[in-house]
């Protein structure tokens, strides 16, 4: 949410005339998932493009939600320009009487489904995907924007590239001083501050990827922790190996004590790019 003050007819119009695809070029498939608030879905363009559409009913949506809809549609369109290699390639959107269609290159796979059916492929690229997570999450940070649900569902492998997508619940940094509007995320990857207070900043999202490091190294367990017992953190983590030393950097009940994605991204590199 870019900001929290808005005029239902202003936020409205903006949605309803900016859209850059017609409704009758779209076709959708197969239904990938679904949430509260939109249903995925694979599909095709009039031009025969394979694509993934995310649908919003918008019948029913409050100001807030709408508001949240058209930030996401700002983000998308605003790293649309950047065309990063691991950031999902934003197309545009379509509006109709009843939906808002979100249309994105399509993706097979989310590392999640990695995760859990197919840990070998994990193991053969881990520390490449963790870098290339790594660099994703410095770009948006670089760019002031806070994912704020980094998580492995938001991850999607393409052609063998991480590309983290879903900013649905992303906002613009403003300067360390963010407070979302109430508890959205996903358990363990909210990070302390957000569960206590709802302040989020970028040091929110590497609590996020110190969670989501976590899951990967132990095939697939979140981590489980209390925020007012970070020694219990630190007798989790004392079983991953080589990657203890970062997890304790990115799991800091502290955000300020936290390391940033680019400081991660420095470490990693120096560490272990050169056995890739």
């Known amino acids: 949410m870019i900001n929290n003050k808005f005029d239902d007819n202003t936020i409205i119009e903006k949605v309803e005339n900016n859209f850059n695809y017609s409704c009758k070029s779209i076709q959708k498939n197969q239904m990938i998932k679904k949430s509260i608030y939109s249903k995925i879905y694979s599909g095709i363009l009039d031009n025969n493009e394979l694509v993934c559409i995310k649908t919003i009913n918008r019948q029913f949506l409050t100001l807030i939600e709408y508001n949240m809809f058209y930030n996401e549609i700002q983000i998308n369109q605003m790293l649309k320009s950047y065309n990063h290699d691991n950031i999902i390639n934003y197309k545009g959107y379509s509006c109709s009487k009843n939906y808002i269609d979100l249309i994105f290159e399509l993706g097979n796979n989310t590392l999640d489904d990695l995760i859990m059916n197919n840990p070998l492929e994990i193991q053969n690229n881990f520390k490449k995907y963790i870098i290339e997570i790594l660099t994703g999450l410095k770009f948006l940070h670089d760019k002031n924007i806070i994912h704020g649900d980094i998580k492995g569902d938001n991850i999607l492998i393409i052609n063998n590239k991480i590309k983290i997508c879903d900013f649905g619940i992303s906002i613009i940094n403003n300067n360390n001083n963010n407070k979302l509007l109430n508890h959205i995320g996903t358990h363990p990857y909210i990070a302390p501050e957000v569960i206590k207070d709802l302040t989020i900043s970028c040091k929110s999202d590497m609590w996020a990827f110190g969670a989501l490091l976590y899951k990967i190294i132990n095939n697939g367990y979140d981590i489980q922790f209390t925020i007012k017992n970070e020694n219990n953190i630190k007798k989790l983590i004392n079983y991953c190996g080589e990657w203890n030393d970062l997890l ?18 420095e470490y990693v590199r120096l560490k272990y790019e050169a056995n890739i």
């Open 248 to 265: 304790e950097k990115c799991l800091k009940i502290n955000p300020d004590e936290r390391i940033s994605s680019e400081k991660a991204l």
